[in-house]
């Protein structure tokens, strides 16, 4: 049973289709610079949504596949960008979906929605899905944002914002002790609707 409420985000997706437009993410056009400078040529992208994100990758030629809760959000992908790209119908908490290993891995505004177990879990099979001398790339709100102490206190900076959403805030300790073992390199600053957190990683060959 996942926690990643799917009934949460079906609904949001049918209620508010394109929520977010169809401009890239601020995070999405920084990783897509970083990526095409490491030759990046295929990657996974786990809470696609509806593709808005994606597109900006495919357009400078890397392979892009994705892992998505909600079906309404996969058919508007689909609708938008095509059927020719590969994307997952699941929860992030039930990777991996294949076997692949990918040179780049781009993950947005979904870690700090997952409790510290999967979190754990997510950070892991990224990581394990990554091709040798491969990058990871994640997003996650800060302390620095306004909600940070809204809501119903859960656990040690994690909070209830509103039914149904629940977010953990990160900030540079957090985050080292969460990706320290998973090839962290770089932890940088990024402001879009709210404070973020752009969090690389490498995967050193064994």
């Known amino acids: ?29 920084l990783t897509k610079e970083f990526f095409v400078e490491k030759s990046v040529k295929n990657m996974l992208i786990p809470g696609i949504g509806y593709g808005r994100n994606a597109q900006i990758f495919r357009e400078n030629g890397i392979n892009v596949t994705g892992i998505e809760i909600s079906k309404t959000a996969i ?16 929860s992030v908490t039930d990777m991996p979906f294949d076997q692949n290993q990918y040179d780049g891995i781009f993950c947005y505004a979904l870690i700090h929605l997952l409790d510290s177990g999967e979190r754990r879990k997510l950070i892991a099979d990224c990581y394990n899905q990554l091709a040798d001398h491969g990058y990871m790339v994640f997003t996650a709100i800060s302390k620095e944002a306004p909600t940070y102490g809204q809501g119903k206190l859960i656990s040690d900076d ?28 770089e932890i940088a600053e990024v402001t879009e609707n709210f404070p973020f957190f752009l969090i690389k990683c490498r995967k050193n060959k064994q």
Request: hydrophobic share 40%; proline share 3%; aromatic share 20%.
């Open 75 to 90: 058919e508007m992908a689909r609708k938008h960008y095509g059927t020719d790209m590969a994307i997952y119908h699941g």
């Open 158 to 185: 994690r909070f209830e914002i509103f039914e149904g959403v629940k977010m953990f805030f990160y900030d540079r300790e957090s985050i080292a002790a969460e990706f320290g073992e998973a090839g962290l390199f």
């Open 1 to 29: 049973m996942t926690k990643e409420k799917p009934e949460f985000w079906e609904k949001s997706f049918v209620e508010k289709q394109e929520m977010w437009g169809f401009e890239p993410s601020k995070s999405a056009v």
